[in-house]
């Protein structure tokens, strides 16, 4: 996909729902073309002309049937709070801006928990993998970027981490529509993402918060 990066990052404690990080590996060579954006639309992609902003909560990963997820108990600290906005910069192009913050709760997560940042520069849109709600109103994307910082609790801290949203989808009224995101830190890939090919993954359907579809405005819409 796009642009991809990967860094080596620390081992933490890894919590059930996640990933190991990598702590001794070597970072993957970097091909030429990857150090500019690659303007081609992948199998399950099509370019978007609406934004994506959202924020909320989850806990549980996504189950293989929709349905309401409950919160972790208080005193596990396992959950992830996030807020985004993301947006391709014209109708007809993948390249995209926008930033997320993704804050790791649980102290048994890699780093013992911690807080990322990351800058936006592609979104495009993908289909829902619970189904089509009908309504046109509602809707996902996946978005990515290179630029990306992360803190840990434990001290630690990286730049230039890659990232990918591999999903991000409105599927109605918060509280309602159920709706549901996953995220993977250390590479920009969403396929790789998907088959959990990351330093770090987590997924779930939101406990709190909403994620809102929204027509694109302004230039190239």
């Not at 091909?31 to 978007?48: C, D, M, Q, R």
């Not at 996504?62 to 396992?78: A, V």
């Not at 800058?119 to 978005?143: A, I, L, Q, S």
Request: charged residues 20%; hydrophobic residues 35%; aromatic residues 8%.
């Amino acid at each position: 996909m796009h642009k991809r990066r990967n860094i080596p990052l620390a081992v933490g404690l890894v919590a059930a729902a996640l990933v190991a990080w990598s702590c001794d590996r070597e970072p993957a060579p970097v091909s030429p073309l990857a150090t500019e954006p690659l303007f081609h639309i992948f199998p399950g992609e099509e370019v978007a002309c609406f934004r994506l902003t959202g924020g909320g909560r989850i806990d549980k990963p996504e189950p293989p049937i929709l349905m309401p997820q409950p919160k972790n108990t208080p005193d596990s600290r396992d959950f992830a709070t996030f807020g985004f906005q993301a947006r391709p910069n014209a109708c007809n192009v993948p390249n995209g801006s926008g930033q997320i913050e993704w804050v790791e709760h649980n102290p048994n997560a890699i780093l013992g928990g911690f807080s990322f940042h990351g800058v936006v520069n592609w979104f495009v849109e993908v289909e829902d993998h619970y189904g089509d709600t009908g309504n046109p109103k509602n809707g996902c994307g996946r978005f990515a970027g290179n630029d990306g910082r992360v803190h840990g609790r434990n001290g630690q801290r990286f730049e230039n981490v890659s990232f990918v949203v591999e999903h991000a989808c409105d599927r109605g009224e918060p509280g309602v529509g159920r709706d549901h995101i996953r995220i993977c830190l250390g590479t920009a890939n969403g396929p790789e993402c998907e088959l959990g090919i990351a330093d770090y993954r987590r997924d779930g359907i939101l406990t709190g918060g909403n994620i809102q579809k929204h027509k694109l405005s302004g230039s190239g819409a």
